[in-house]
């Protein structure tokens, strides 16, 4: 099993930046494994993939709304994922959740195996 904890949500005025973070613990094997992706889930909308990234960092994916302005990371020798979020937008408010996939990056979101709990993000005008 694969524990996915999430962090660093918070209240930002637009144009502020966040930066999250996703600590994967268990009985995983190798976290470089895994491909990690990055969702999000405002109220009345259904869940988005927000930015993938391949098991080495060589190969990653962004949502039309978000490119230019995030940024996904990792560091497989700590088990983490990072997403940068530069220039916020009122629109960017949801629930961010990261999430693992055993076998390649993808942006489908019912590919993925394993799931965190999500941090809020709210950003203000």
């Known amino acids: 099993q694969v524990q996915l904890v999430e962090s660093g949500g918070g209240s930002v005025q637009a144009g502020g930046s966040l930066r999250l973070s996703c600590a994967a613990s268990?009985?995983?094997?190798?976290?470089?494994?895994?491909?990690m992706g990055w969702f999000r889930q405002s109220p009345g909308k259904e869940r988005e993939f927000v930015a993938g990234i391949s098991w080495n960092g060589g190969i990653k994916h962004y949502a039309e709304p978000v490119k230019g302005r995030f940024a996904i990371s990792r560091d497989n020798a700590n088990n983490m994922v990072y997403l940068q979020m530069n220039s916020l937008k009122p629109e960017d408010t949801a629930v961010y959740y990261c999430a693992a996939e055993r076998t390649q990056l993808t942006t489908r979101q019912n590919e993925y195996d394993y799931w965190g709990q999500g941090t809020q993000v709210t950003v203000s005008s």
């Open positions: 268990g009985r995983f094997g190798r976290f470089s494994n895994y491909a």
